[in-house]
């Protein structure tokens, strides 16, 4: 059993930047794969893939809308994970969810929300134009 509480949301102007963190308690979290999940105003049922990082750290992924200004990495000594978020525009405003999978194998996996076991609550990003 994997709890997953993020921190580091809030208000930001469009161009600016904030790190989101994701807190893991409970054993074994260097063997998860780690991702970033977003769900929109008006899109309850649907979370969107943000960034994915392999056990180790050694492999990412990244959704299109967001590669070149988001990075994803994680201290396994710390049990946790981050997304950093540069270059913030308005349409990233959404609730980000950070989520653990124990049986993300494949690379078109990652991005697959089905995949992943445990989820944090969420944690609020708005972006003001």
């Known amino acids: 059993q994997v709890q997953l509480v993020e921190s580091g949301g809030g208000l930001a102007q469009a161009g600016g930047s904030l790190r989101l963190s994701c807190a893991a308690s409970?054993?074994?979290?260097?063997?998860?794969?780690m991702g970033w999940f977003r769900q929109a105003p008006g899109t309850e049922h649907e979370r969107e893939f943000v960034a994915a990082i392999s056990w180790r750290g050694g492999i990412t992924y990244y959704a299109d809308s967001v590669k070149g200004r988001f990075t994803i990495s994680r201290d396994n000594a710390k049990n946790t994970v981050y997304l950093q978020m540069n270059s913030l525009k308005s349409e990233d405003t959404a609730v980000y969810y950070c989520?653990?999978?124990?049986?993300?194998?494949?690379?078109?996996?990652?991005?697959?929300?089905?995949?992943?076991?445990?989820w944090g609550q969420g944690t609020q990003v708005t972006v003001s134009s």
């Open positions: 409970g054993q074994n979290f260097g063997t998860y794969v």
């Open positions: 989520a653990a999978g124990a049986k993300v194998f494949y690379s078109r996996d990652y991005s697959v929300d089905g995949k992943y076991d445990y």
